[in-house]
Antibody
């Protein structure tokens, strides 16, 4: 079955760019919508944005000026870049698949903790 | 921006029925999904399109939506159902989550 795995640095310095990759296994990234979602410690879920393999993207308006989500179909991966990070960006970052018919996130990665240090 | 509001906590006795609400403007016109998250784990989809269960989700999980409120109902609640629950909907192609409800079974 389809599995997602996040990867990237667990520690990022304030003002720098957070970069994460989600590898899709057991299926193709060239279908479905793919999202990034984060969860600050002890807090709730926040949707960051989605990408369709064709390149169509949409971002949370709150983060839009700092976020880029892109896809590499040759590697079956999609990526997140979040610039000018602050301590408020410290969170567990999840990648997830959106089933377009159900409009629900039906598959999630295990999540990766990213800490922003000053 | 669109907001979804959930009660921070709900308590239920084992074997009883738990109901968790999710409120948002004209939520009835959107599809609501529900996710269960236990400590240290990724969220798991338990309901989509207001009341449909993915394969493998027990029948005790059900949902409804009317007016501005969607409701997740767990019948015959078990101790294993103790978790955080999040509602989620789409507003103009933007994903929105509720703040989450901690369900305590005691």
């Amino acid at each position: 079955q389809v599995q997602l795995q996040e990867s990237g640095p667990g520690l990022v310095k304030a003002s720098e760019t957070l970069s994460l990759t989600c590898t899709v296994s057991g299926g193709s990234v060239s279908a479905y919508y793919w999202s990034w979602i984060r969860q600050p410690p002890g807090k709730g879920l926040e949707w960051i944005g989605y990408l369709y393999y064709s390149g169509d993207t949409n971002y949370n308006s709150y983060l839009k000026s700092r976020v880029t989500i892109s896809v590499d179909t040759s590697k079956n991966q999609f990526s997140l870049k979040l610039s000018s990070v602050t301590a408020a960006d410290t969170a567990v970052y999840y990648c997830a698949r959106e089933d377009y018919n159900s409009r629900a996130f039906d598959i999630w990665g295990q999540g990766t903790m990213v800490t922003v240090s000053s | 921006s669109y907001e979804l509001t959930q009660p921070p906590s709900v308590s239920v006795s084992p074997g009883q029925t738990a109901s968790i609400s999710c409120s948002g403007d004209k939520l009835r016109d959107k599809y609501t999904s529900w996710y269960q998250q236990t400590p240290g784990r990724s969220p798991v989809l338990v309901l989509y399109q207001d009341n449909r269960r993915p394969s493998g989700i027990p029948e005790r999980f059900s949902g409804s939506s009317s007016g501005n409120t969607a409701t997740l109902t767990i019948s015959g609640t078990q101790t294993m159902d103790e978790a955080d629950y999040y509602c989620q909907a789409w507003d103009s192609s933007t994903g929105v989550f509720g703040g989450g409800t901690k369900l305590t079974v005691l």
